[in-house]
């Protein structure tokens, strides 16, 4: 086992450090810059049922199901194609309306969960056509939907996920540039722009992994904090319910992702001076109105960790700690800014002592009701 660590102390944070290479195999042979196309078999094999859609379902369980979530912001913005996204645990008992011309989109890492298989086969026994994205080849999703696409994850042993969710925003952004390029929802050169960033990704991704050690500075400062709040607008929404997540599955301690403008609706009862807030505020998206969701916490005394983009003042200036990421485009941000939350939630559950890659009462794949 320890070799398969390959020198790191947990599955978890070797995960965490494989993911530029997993983004990369991801896209590798689907992308071609030089020739500004993106080809996936899968898409291009049904891309009939895709263009005539009358509106994508995504469903999907975890972590897969923020992928998802990203996954409706980047389809919407992109490519104009109408998507909900659904608890697979809740759409296959709520008798839900499914047409011929629905597109359902599976999501799971193990190609294994219960509630999602279930929803996939209600699906198709309405006349839907199904798609998966699974990491796991062959698995049971894979075998039970229409066509798919894998993410080129590699095996993921870390009950908390990590790579599988950045490569499964990876092939979801594949296809929502490729069905924009097809249905002429996005022009050429935001196009030639968006496979651009999408392929410094990996290497943005590598520097987002060099704030390491001074996140394990902050963890160790909110380590023992009984709550945690992480808050993100638009495309880094998903992303903070991602951050509360990972916080939340391996270091037991409570934690809620908001919208941040949701923060007024609620969660702000809640901030005091003992509160840590975790505030994706990097720049493009709504930076203004992030700023000053931070001005209305630092007002309340709250603890404020916010993610920013490098070279960041403003959010510096209000913020107790700030974690830099390089500049990327918005639809692109949740790639990178979900790193930083990923090395949070890691070193605060060593630095508890937790079972990192096996956390009680969680299980990698959930394969019973
Ligand atoms: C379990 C795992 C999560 C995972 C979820 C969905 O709860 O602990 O990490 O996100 O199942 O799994 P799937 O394999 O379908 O992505």
């Known amino acids: ?118 929803a996939i086969k209600l699906a ?11 990491n796991v080849v062959g698995s049971s ?18 009950v908390a996920s990590t790579k599988a969710f950045t490569t499964q925003i990876t092939v979801l952004t594949l296809m929502a540039l490729r069905l924009a390029r097809a249905k002429g929802t996005i022009n050429s050169s935001d196009f030639h722009r968006h496979l651009l ?40 929404f998903p992303v903070a319910l991602e951050g509360a997540l990972k916080l939340k599955e391996i270091s037991y301690i409570h934690a809620e992702g908001y919208p ?11 901030i ?12 493009k998206g709504h930076y203004e109105k992030v700023v000053s969701n931070i001005q209305e916490i630092k007002s309340r005394k709250g603890k404020i960790i916010g993610i920013v983009t490098e070279g960041d003042t403003q959010v510096r200036e209000l913020a107790d700690h700030i974690i830099e990421v390089p500049e990327t485009l918005e639809s692109l941000s949740p790639l990178l800014n979900t790193i930083p939350l990923q090395l949070l939630s890691y070193h605060i559950a060593v630095m508890l002592g937790k079972n990192v890659d096996q956390p009680r009462n969680l299980a990698k794949s959930v394969t019973v009701e």
């Open 197 to 236: 960033e999408l392929e410094m990704i990996p290497k943005k991704v590598e520097e987002a992994l060099k704030s390491d050690a001074h996140i394990r500075i902050i963890a160790d400062i909110y380590k023992d904090a009984p709550n945690c709040l992480y808050l993100g607008r638009g495309y880094n």
């Open 1 to 118: 086992e320890e070799i398969e660590k390959g020198g790191f102390d947990h599955f978890m944070l070797k995960e965490i450090h494989e993911q530029p290479k997993a983004i990369s195999d991801t896209y590798r042979g689907r992308l071609s810059r030089d020739k500004a196309i993106i080809k996936m078999a899968g898409v291009e094999d049904n891309m009939k049922k895709f263009l005539n859609a009358n509106r994508i379902i995504i469903v999907a369980c975890g972590t897969s199901w923020h992928a998802g979530l990203v996954a409706e912001y980047i389809f919407e913005d992109l490519a104009r194609i109408p998507v909900e996204v659904e608890y697979a645990s809740e759409f296959r008992y709520r008798n839900p309306v499914i047409r011929e011309d629905d597109v359902l989109i599976a999501i799971s890492q193990s190609g294994e969960t219960a509630d999602t298989l279930a």
């Open 141 to 158: 999703i894979a075998r039970e939907t229409d066509a798919g696409a894998y993410t080129h994850a590699g095996p993921e042993i870390g």
């Open 124 to 134: 198709k026994s309405k006349g839907a056509f199904v798609f998966g994205v699974c």
């Open 260 to 270: 941040a403008a949701e923060m007024k609706h609620g969660p702000i009862a809640l």
């Open 272 to 283: 005091d001076e003992n509160m840590p807030i975790v505030v994706i505020a990097t720049k």
